[in-house]
């Protein structure tokens, strides 16, 4: 019988099958035990989703010692209310929680009623509460993509967001229904990074979080992850094509499993070149979701690393940019929590390079993608981030790129750790 691959490639991955984070777990039943609530972000496909989906999940809260009878646990993203508005959000809310209470005609013909009055708010909701403390129950809500409710519309302007925050945190913090209230959120960023400006006269309105970052994954989550396919050679190998960015692991699981459930040994040609062409997508998002300031930097970062690559070839020159890097460290610290970047210190100095080879090289073959036009448009941006001269250096490779795209390292130099580590002859056990 074909074994069913347990890497998942395009959704969340199941309970189940979900490895790591077990500090941040443990933290979010701290939370949720306490009634209090967190703020978790981290950049794209860094697993906020299955976060959410394990928290969920009725054995990660026995796991933990905790009785999900006890919770009604209801789980969105607000990526489904299309436009944003508040009465959508708690109506969203009230909709679910009614689904829950399959043994609760009363209240479900409660929330009925508040539903047909229409444009519900978080008054109602506190309705809701109220009568679960009556029967000694507390709501649970793990919102995916609070982003979205961070970001204005025709029908959501700067003054009904800073309601609708204000409005969350008075129901968690300031009234006694919130006694009987959870709130986990998701976001790409931090909460405190988005939404309206703050009043100096007023506490923040996200105070009442407990921030939490998803991180890529360390050695050991790395371990665990790859346990199943019991070949440790290439943990390294993997880390430094994915590093550790959960959704480039899970692929390299993905194609990795499908390939060593054959009878014949994986290609590491086969697995690269599939490798690649999956993940554009990622990169692609990753990329768009950068400022103009943070694609310089990682196009600067990218020829630096690429000059390495060519060994002695002196092709080209993009000497001083640890200058340009250390007046913008703000952008670097950005780049590193989206898990797109990461830094060692040598000489008391920070030497920022992709966590990602992959990444790395996709980023060179979008600056073969460039022409004189987009130079010509991007000239003020450069000579705000750096010295004309450093600017002069900076086209003149990018020029040479263009015309040298053939001494450029073949993909399989790029990927000359995996190339070592690749199992020879190697079959899954159990086939």
């Not at 399959?102 to 909701?125: C, M």
């Not at 931090?190 to 994954?217: D, I, M, Q, V």
């Not at 990795?256 to 040994?265: I, M």
């Not at 952008?331 to 992709?354: A, P």
Request: proline share 4%; aromatic share 10%.
């Amino acid at each position: 019988m074909r074994q069913k691959n347990p890497f998942v490639v395009g959704k969340p991955v199941p309970p189940e099958h979900f490895v790591g984070r077990a500090s941040e777990i443990a933290a979010a039943f701290d939370q949720i035990y306490n009634h209090s609530h967190l703020a978790i972000w981290g950049g794209s496909g860094m697993g906020k989703t299955s976060f959410l989906q394990k928290l969920e999940s009725p054995q990660a809260w026995e796991d933990h010692g905790m009785d999900p009878s006890q919770a009604v646990i209801v789980r969105f993203s607000c990526e489904r209310i299309a436009p944003f508005i508040p009465a959508s959000f708690w109506g969203e809310i009230l909709s679910l929680v009614k689904d829950k209470l399959t043994d609760e005609s009363t209240l479900q013909a409660d929330i009925n009623t508040i539903l047909q009055k229409g444009s519900p708010t978080k008054d109602s909701l506190r309705e809701i509460l109220r009568k679960f403390k009556a029967q000694n129950k507390y709501l649970v809500l793990l919102i995916d993509d609070f982003h979205v409710a961070l970001g204005t519309n025709q029908e959501y302007g700067e003054d009904a967001m800073q309601r609708f925050l204000s409005e969350c945190r008075n129901l968690a913090v300031h009234s006694a229904e919130g006694q009987h209230l959870s709130m986990i959120v998701t976001s790409l960023k931090r909460l405190n990074e988005l939404g309206p400006k703050l009043n100096p006269n007023a506490s923040p309105w996200y105070n009442h979080y407990l921030f939490l970052r998803l991180k890529t994954f360390n050695n050991s989550e790395i371990d665990d992850i790859f346990k199943t396919l019991r070949i440790p050679e290439l943990r390294e190998a993997i880390k430094e094509i994915t590093g550790g960015h959960p959704s480039l692991l899970q692929t390299s699981g993905f194609l990795l499993h499908g390939d060593l459930l054959t009878a014949n040994a994986p290609s590491v040609d086969k697995f690269v070149s599939d490798f690649e062409s999956v993940t554009q997508q990622i990169f692609q998002h990753i990329w768009q979701r950068c400022s103009e300031v943070e694609q310089t930097l990682l196009m600067l970062m990218a020829l630096s690393a690429l000059k390495g690559r060519l060994h002695k070839q002196k092709q080209f020159d993009v000497s001083g940019i640890e200058l340009i890097f250390s007046q913008r460290e703000a952008e670097l610290i950005k780049l590193e929590e989206q898990g797109v970047v990461t830094h060692t210190v040598q000489e008391e100095k920070n030497i920022y390079s992709f966590t990602s080879s992959t990444m790395e090289r996709w980023v060179i073959q979008e600056l073969w993608q460039t022409d004189e036009k987009w130079l010509q448009a991007r000239e003020k941006l450069f000579l705000n981030l750096m010295s004309r001269q450093q600017k002069e250096k900076f086209t003149t490779a990018i020029k040479w790129l263009w015309n040298n795209q053939d001494k450029i390292p073949k993909i399989m130099e790029w990927f000359g750790k995996l190339v070592a580590a690749f199992p020879k002859g190697f079959i899954l056990p159990g086939n």
